[in-house]
């Protein structure tokens, strides 16, 4: 397809990456001449220099023949508008990045008027995931699916842990619970494990299961995992007013640490039911006084990586709470997955996939659509939610006698909200939703599951 990126800055760049990688013919618009060369030398994308806003500079992009444009910029209004021309001048799908809280409540009206295909909003995705950490504290990740029925949760195997030593194909029947182990971390290994592959302490595990399940599964491996009572936040931006927001009719207490007094006084005004307190959250003795010690969950969500680091790591060294850091610009996965930050968020590529579902889903032929996808384990493998169309090749054929690829796993099956956990001699039938999940990349279809 051919894609249009208006806005070089984190989220463009990661986007122009990520589609390039699926074989897209991508052009960025950017003012910034320099940054747009950084880009054109490092990724197999054309550039043009300009405001994304003006007409003959998306004429210039190829905008009569154009798929889709995604507007990324800082200005959530340049985005609309840069949505808007593309409408009128290409016909094509938009998607826009809109963060300003005071649209948020106004994000359909605008969706609606503006005929976006798509509102991007890092903030609150990130924001959502963090809520679902709070209520899971024992995962470091949390995906959902069928409309929050199923949860594709990641943990880390526990020395004292029954998992440690346990075969995959042991697991639902000595521990009794509904679950489906998809993906096994170990060191760089990714595996999409068989049922004799044997689990091993400091294994990350991605399972899939129903809410009930997933919190039975927790207790009968020996994992505490009640929701936390108590969050200190240090960063007063974006993210963190989302997340109160979030959290507002939950019964966690919050502590927001923010240095600058004018935002203080906005956030005691917008969250009244937050402690705002005016300081410095990198000062050690504050964060002691303020009871870092004791508080169930710490959350670094400054606007700097290098501090929210530098924040968890001391967080994690004075309480045994749940850890959640934000990280935007840092690319070295393998160190920090080496360091104790808990679970890291990166809002950057949790609007990537975001968009990288839409513009999947653009490409599907009448036998399935993708409903959902996530990338995970760095980006090695993904889980994606299918639903099934009368035309798919696969339909009512039993799972044992399909020819499905390697390395590829039929997760789960929905069936008008009944969930099943699926074997060989279930089927796939129109309607349902099925969660594959795979180290293959580029699925498009359900019928590229088939060899």
């Given at each position: 397809?051919?894609?249009?990126?208006?806005?070089?800055?984190?989220?463009?760049?990661?986007?122009?990456?990520?589609?390039?990688?699926?074989?897209?013919?991508?052009?960025?618009?950017?003012?910034?001449?320099?940054?747009l060369?950084?880009?054109?030398?490092?990724?197999?994308?054309?550039?043009?220099?300009?405001?994304?806003?003006?007409?003959?500079?998306?004429?210039?992009?190829?905008?009569?023949?154009?798929?889709l444009?995604?507007?990324?910029?800082?200005?959530?209004?340049?985005?609309?508008?840069?949505?808007?021309?593309?409408?009128?001048?290409?016909?094509?799908?938009?998607?826009?990045?809109?963060?300003?809280?005071?649209?948020?409540?106004?994000?359909?009206?605008?969706?609606?008027?503006?005929?976006?295909?798509?509102?991007?909003?890092?903030?609150?995705?990130?924001?959502?995931?963090?809520?679902?950490?709070?209520?899971?504290?024992?995962?470091?990740?949390?995906?959902?699916?069928?409309?929050?029925?199923?949860?594709?949760?990641?943990?880390?195997?526990?020395?004292?842990?029954?998992l440690?030593?346990?075969?995959?194909?042991?697991?639902?029947?000595?521990?009794?619970?509904?679950?489906?182990?998809?993906?096994?971390?170990r060191?760089?290994?990714?595996?999409?494990?068989?049922?004799?592959?044997?689990?091993?302490?400091?294994?990350?595990?991605?399972?899939i299961?129903?809410?009930?399940?997933?919190?039975?599964?927790?207790?009968?491996?020996?994992?505490?995992?009640?929701?936390?009572?108590?969050?200190?936040?240090?960063?007063?931006?974006?993210?963190?007013?989302?997340?109160?927001?979030?959290?507002?009719?939950?019964?966690?207490?919050?502590?927001?640490?923010?240095?600058?007094?004018?935002?203080?006084?906005?956030l005691?005004?917008?969250?009244?039911?937050?402690?705002?307190?005016?300081?410095?959250?990198?000062?050690?003795?504050?964060?002691?006084?303020?009871?870092?010690a004791?508080?169930?969950?710490?959350?670094?969500?400054?606007?700097?990586?290098?501090?929210?680091?530098?924040?968890?790591?001391?967080?994690?060294?004075?309480?045994?709470?749940?850890?959640?850091?934000?990280?935007?610009?840092?690319?070295?996965?393998?160190?920090?997955?080496?360091?104790?930050?808990?679970?890291?968020?990166?809002?950057?590529?949790?609007?990537?996939?975001?968009?990288?579902?839409?513009?999947?889903?653009?490409?599907?032929?009448l036998g399935?659509n993708?409903?959902?996808?996530?990338?995970?384990?760095?980006?090695?493998?993904?889980?994606?939610?299918?639903?099934?169309?009368?035309?798919?090749?696969?339909?009512?054929?039993?799972?044992?006698?399909?020819?499905?690829?390697?390395?590829?796993?039929?997760?789960?099956?929905?069936?008008?909200?009944?969930?099943?956990?699926?074997?060989?001699?279930?089927?796939?039938?129109?309607?349902?939703?099925?969660?594959i999940?795979?180290?293959?990349?580029?699925?498009?279809?359900?019928?590229?599951?088939?060899?």
């Amino acid at each position: 397809m051919k894609i249009i990126i208006v806005g070089c800055g984190k989220v463009g760049v990661t986007l122009a990456e990520k589609l390039n990688r699926e074989n897209h013919d991508i052009t960025l618009i950017d003012n910034d001449s320099s940054a747009l060369r950084l880009v054109t030398e490092s990724i197999d994308v054309m550039g043009v220099t300009g405001n994304g806003a003006i007409y003959q500079v998306q004429k210039e992009a190829g905008i009569a023949d154009a798929d889709l444009l995604i507007a990324t910029t800082n200005s959530d209004e340049l985005n609309m508008l840069c949505c808007l021309i593309a409408k009128k001048a290409g016909n094509c799908h938009t998607i826009a990045r809109i963060r300003n809280p005071e649209y948020a409540t106004e994000i359909n009206f605008i969706r609606e008027e503006l005929n976006l295909s798509l509102a991007i909003n890092p903030e609150l995705a990130a924001a959502r995931e963090i809520a679902k950490l709070l209520r899971f504290p024992s995962a470091i990740k949390i995906d959902t699916f069928a409309k929050g029925r199923i949860e594709l949760l990641k943990l880390i195997v526990p020395e004292h842990s029954k998992l440690n030593h346990m075969k995959v194909m042991d697991v639902a029947q000595k521990l009794r619970c509904n679950v489906l182990i998809c993906v096994v971390e170990r060191g760089k290994e990714v595996v999409i494990p068989g049922g004799h592959f044997e689990l091993k302490a400091g294994d990350r595990i991605s399972f899939i299961a129903s809410q009930k399940d997933s919190m039975d599964f927790f207790q009968k491996v020996g994992i505490e995992n009640n929701s936390v009572k108590t969050v200190m936040i240090v960063g007063g931006g974006k993210l963190t007013y989302y997340l109160a927001k979030l959290l507002r009719d939950t019964k966690i207490r919050i502590k927001i640490i923010e240095q600058n007094f004018e935002r203080c006084q906005e956030l005691s005004e917008l969250l009244p039911h937050a402690m705002i307190i005016h300081g410095d959250g990198s000062d050690q003795q504050l964060l002691l006084e303020e009871g870092i010690a004791h508080t169930e969950a710490f959350a670094s969500l400054t606007g700097f990586d290098e501090e929210n680091i530098m924040l968890s790591l001391y967080a994690g060294s004075k309480t045994s709470g749940k850890l959640i850091t934000k990280v935007n610009r840092i690319a070295f996965e393998d160190v920090i997955d080496s360091l104790n930050l808990g679970s890291v968020i990166y809002p950057k590529l949790i609007t990537a996939d975001g968009i990288l579902q839409y513009v999947r889903a653009m490409q599907n032929s009448l036998g399935s659509n993708v409903e959902t996808l996530y990338k995970i384990a760095d980006d090695r493998a993904e889980a994606l939610e299918f639903r099934v169309g009368r035309e798919a090749p696969m339909v009512g054929i039993p799972l044992e006698k399909l020819q499905l690829k390697e390395n590829l796993l039929v997760a789960c099956i929905n069936r008008g909200g009944t969930i099943i956990t699926p074997r060989g001699k279930d089927t796939l039938e129109a309607g349902d939703t099925v969660i594959i999940v795979t180290t293959n990349k580029g699925l498009n279809d359900l019928k590229d599951i088939l060899r």
